[in-house]
Each structure stands twice: as C-alpha cells, then as structure tokens.
C-alpha cells in the first residue's frame, strides 16, 4: 500500500548530510512494512534487518564498546552477508530492546557516514527518556495511521486521489458527494495499515471489528510496561474516558474518579508519549509565533477507526443505521480533522479558546499557514452556529482568513472559506 512517507525516504536517502534515521510511531502503523519496501524499490543492494526483539543475541554486539566499524563488521557475521556501503539499507528494527544500539548512531554517522542506516521502534520516547539521545547526530520521522489519501489510494480510487489534492480555492462545487461512501468507510476501517490491507482484500467491514479489537487489545497490555511510572488501571481509565470526551477541551478528573489529578496528569503523558493519544494544545492568537493560553488541551485518539470499535459502536449502527448522536458525529468528524492534520503536520495543530471566568468561546483548530494565523471550524453537519469563529475573527481583525470544514455548501462569505470535510488533508499537505 501507497504512504506518503516514502517521499520523505526519498529525500533523506539522497542528501549529501545524510545522517542515521529514527522512524518512531505507534505500534502497528506501518513503520517496518515501509521501510522494508523503501529498501527493496530505491536501494541496488539489498536489505538488512536486524531485529532486536526477535534477535537478543545480538544485543552483545552493541555492549562492549560504540565503535560503528567493529559494530558492523560483527552484524556482518552474525547475519552470515557483507554489509556494503552506498549500496546496503541497514535497518534496525525494535531498537527499544537495545539501549546500546540508540547510542551507536551518532558513531554510525561519525565513522562511516557513507551508510545508510535506518532504526525504528514502538514506545521510544518511553523507553529511551533517560537514557542520552544522541541529538545532532541522528535525524527522526515519525508516522501514523494512514491518511485519507492513503486509504482512497489503497482501494484504487485513482480519480478522488487527484481530486483530493486540488488546492482548497480549486475544488469544483458539489465534488464532495463522490466521497461520501469512501469517507464513511475510512471512518469505520481507519487508517491502521492491517484494517485497511484486511477490507480492501475483503471488502469485510465485521472482520475489521476483530482486527481492531485485537489491536486495542496490544495497545492495553503495554500498560504493565510503564509500571511503576503509572499504575495501569489508570491508563486504562483514561483511554476509556477519553473516548467520550475526544475534541473536548479536557479536565483530568473527568478521566479517572480513582486517581489523583497528579498522577491521571502523569498517565496522560505517557500515553501521549505511547501515541495513543494526542494533545492539543490552547493557544494565543495575538501574534506570531501563537503561544500557550492558558494550560486547556484536547485529546484526539490515535484512529478513528479505533476510535469507534472503543466506544463499543458497531459499523451497522454508524455505517447503514446513521443511528449516532450529532454529538458523537460532530466528534468524529473532529477527530478526523485532527487526525489529518497531525499525520501532515506532525502535530504542529492547536486551537482557541477563551480563558476569561465564564467564557465559552472556542474555535476547533488554529494553524500558522504561509506565516498567517489560520483559525479552523469544523461542523459533521450541513448548519451550525458559527459563534466562536466569528468572535475571533470580529477580536482580532489582523487574521484575514477563516475555513469551515463541513458538509454545508462550499463557497466563501466574508473571511470564511466553506470546504468539505474531506478536503480537510489536503489543507495539512498544501
């Protein structure tokens, strides 16, 4: 399957300042699959895998000094090949399980910078916050679940693939309606590359219940690998919360009432340092560059697919019934939004609110956008009140220009641009 990802592969395979490269990302988004094809289509020579998870017996290689040579040469031996500069990918898979092998980068891109070095890894951020990162001597790519475009590009839909990366001020009127079923599926499978590979080869929406259930499950018994940092019934507490209250700006007592705020605070970071959910934070439109307001954040889950299997929604009831509330609709068009926007951005996303005793308004997305504030609305339906948005706008008259993602009538009134929802990647990707 198609991911965007490999353009940045690309680009980092031929600069002349090439240095080792951490591929980071949640569990079971796709990181080895990638990075496995990037090195059997661009590379002359092949590829070579050193799994540090499934080897442990090479974990001695890295123990006794960080010399690069004598490093390669012995992975050299152990795997029986010749590891061939400028012609070679080496890729070191699941370097979480060897502390040892994050420090031999930076003496990779030292000693023998002519090779290509390629590590990847779940939960790095976790496993690797106390130990020295090698900072100026690696560079890092981190991927997520696949994007909208992946997903129409995995089931060959050629035509809406090109259609989606028309500009925004480009989109013919009326084209959103040759998404609907796409989108309604994407909503259901989400962008997990095993759910995505399972129903464009079955076209199985029940199967993809499983799939997913299963990788909720992986995901849930992590929890015990964080202990003592976080005691794992509070991280199961806050997962299942926070599916209620995703897109809402969040209170920490509201996701656990058998935790203490401290310690539900701490749960939250290592989830978010897991990537199994991510933060957005409240932000100052005053000026550039846009600052903390306050300390207000929202959570967006990892996928929407996941997502919906978590709130125990099954496909019929979203899929064929439309039986979900407004309020769980407007949820999950917001957490697509947020899920593109992240995948494009790389988290560089926030919002608005009002920190005033009182206040209400708040605005769903700000983005800095050719070195302009961008405020962002994002409504499931075809009305909605527009209040916050145009309190912004009417408080801050220097930012000249406003979207609304949403199914409504696409055109522009006054600074507000009206898109569909779909588009909503092609925004992050401009």
Not at 44 to 68: M, W, Y
Request: glycine fraction near 6%.
């Amino acid at each position: 399957m198609f991911r965007e990802k490999i353009n940045d592969l690309q680009k980092w395979k031929d600069k002349p300042n090439r240095k080792p490269l951490i591929v980071n990302g949640a569990r079971q988004v796709g990181k080895s699959w990638l990075i496995k094809h990037f090195g059997e289509t661009y590379f002359q020579g092949k590829v070579i895998v050193v799994n540090l998870e499934k080897s442990k017996n090479l974990h001695t290689i890295f123990k006794p000094d960080l010399d690069a040579k004598r490093i390669l040469f012995e992975l050299g031996l152990a795997l029986n090949t010749t590891i061939e500069k400028g012609e070679d990918l080496l890729f070191i898979d699941e370097i979480q399980a060897c502390p040892e092998a994050l420090g031999s980068l930076r003496y990779f891109y030292e000693e023998i910078p002519e090779l290509h070095v390629i590590a990847a890894g779940s939960l790095l951020d976790f496993e690797f916050r106390n130990q020295p990162f090698p900072v100026g001597r690696v560079e890092t790519l981190n991927m997520y679940p696949m994007t909208f475009y992946e997903f129409l590009k995995a089931r060959g839909k050629e035509q809406l693939c090109q259609l989606l990366k028309t500009p925004l001020v480009d989109i013919p009127e009326g084209t959103e309606r040759y998404f609907d079923e796409d989108f309604n599926l994407y909503l259901v499978v989400g962008g997990m590359p095993e759910c995505v590979r399972y129903f464009v080869e079955t076209n199985d929406l029940q199967g993809i219940r499983s799939i997913q259930e299963d990788l909720l499950y992986t995901y849930e018994q992590d929890f015990k690998k964080y202990t003592p940092t976080v005691n794992p019934d509070c991280l199961t507490d806050i997962l299942e919360n926070a599916t209620k209250l995703m897109g809402h700006q969040v209170i920490y007592t509201k996701l656990s009432e058998r935790f203490s705020s401290p310690t539900i605070k701490k749960g939250v970071e290592v989830l978010r340092t897991a990537r199994l959910l991510h933060s957005v934070q409240n932000v100052s439109v005053n000026a550039l560059p846009l600052t903390a307001a306050g300390k207000q954040f929202k959570l967006f889950f990892l996928d929407v697919g996941l997502l919906l299997r978590k709130s125990n929604l099954d496909y019929q009831s979203f899929y064929i019934k439309r039986e979900l509330s407004s309020a769980f609709q407007g949820m999950l068009a917001e957490q697509f939004v947020a899920q593109q926007f992240i995948a494009y951005t790389d988290q560089k996303t926030f919002y608005w609110a009002r920190t005033e005793a009182g206040a209400s308004s708040e605005v769903d997305f700000v983005m800095v956008k050719d070195g302009k504030i961008l405020p962002i609305e994002v409504k499931s339906g075809k009305s909605g009140s527009l209040k916050s948005l145009h309190y912004l706008l009417e408080h801050h008259p220097t930012i000249g220009k406003a979207i609304v993602f949403s199914h409504a009538r696409q055109g522009t009134l006054d600074k507000i641009q009206f898109v569909p929802l779909v588009f909503a990647g092609n925004l992050g990707n401009e």
